[in-house]
């Protein structure tokens, strides 16, 4: 599960003359990790915005598993530059949150159970009370990767996420993110205009 096909992917904002992205073709077979590596203004946003579902192509076809893709959807998790966690909810409620919106089936006590259990795996052990504003930036974007990874979503998708944090926990954050992706074998898509970024990922 996880494979991410893109057929021809063509977009145009309203208003432009010119494509933002033409003719793009790629496979990402299911648990691989893939950068999209480029200037700013390129169109890596553009692109991922499509992955997640926020944007549709002007033409083409955007497949999971086979199936085309119309909208968001579960099975992606979408982790940005700035937070976007909730923040008037601690961290253990913002990961507890994502999980609500993709499995409602399970009881409120298994729910807290997976949410500290990605505390644990992201190192806020300890933490689980505090409100972002409490949090450093480098906490609350491994906040906002536990969210993602706990929806049990097959596929991350990550748009430049350590842009806003200092040298030292953006080190921490991508070895993180290498560790996660080898422990979870889900499918990675990364955003980066950082070339030893996309080599050391």
Not at 48 to 65: T, V
Request: hydrophobic residues 40%.
């Amino acid at each position: 599960m996880g494979k991410i096909e893109l057929q021809n992917i063509c977009f145009q904002y309203a208003g432009n003359s010119s494509m933002t992205l033409e003719n793009i073709n790629l496979s990402v077979n299911a648990g691989e990790f893939v950068c999209v590596l480029g200037t700013s203004g390129c169109g890596k946003s553009t692109l991922l915005s499509i992955l997640c579902g926020l944007q549709r192509p002007s033409s083409g076809k955007f497949l999971i598993d086979g199936k085309e893709i119309t909208g968001p959807g579960p099975e992606r998790g979408v982790v940005f530059q700035h937070y976007s966690l909730f923040p008037w909810l601690t961290a253990k409620e913002n990961i507890i949150f994502g999980i609500k919106q993709v499995r409602k089936d399970l009881p409120k006590k298994e729910i807290e159970n997976i949410a500290q259990a990605y505390m644990a795996k992201v190192g806020l052990e300890g933490f689980e009370s505090n409100k972002p504003a409490q949090l450093s930036g480098g906490q609350q974007q491994r906040v906002a990767i536990a969210r993602a990874l706990a929806m049990s979503a097959e596929i991350l998708l990550l748009d430049e996420p350590f842009g806003a944090v200092d040298t030292k926990n953006r080190r921490t954050l991508q070895k993180l993110v290498c560790d996660l992706h080898e422990s979870e074998k889900k499918t990675f898509i990364f955003v980066t205009h950082d070339v030893e970024e996309a080599i050391l990922l």
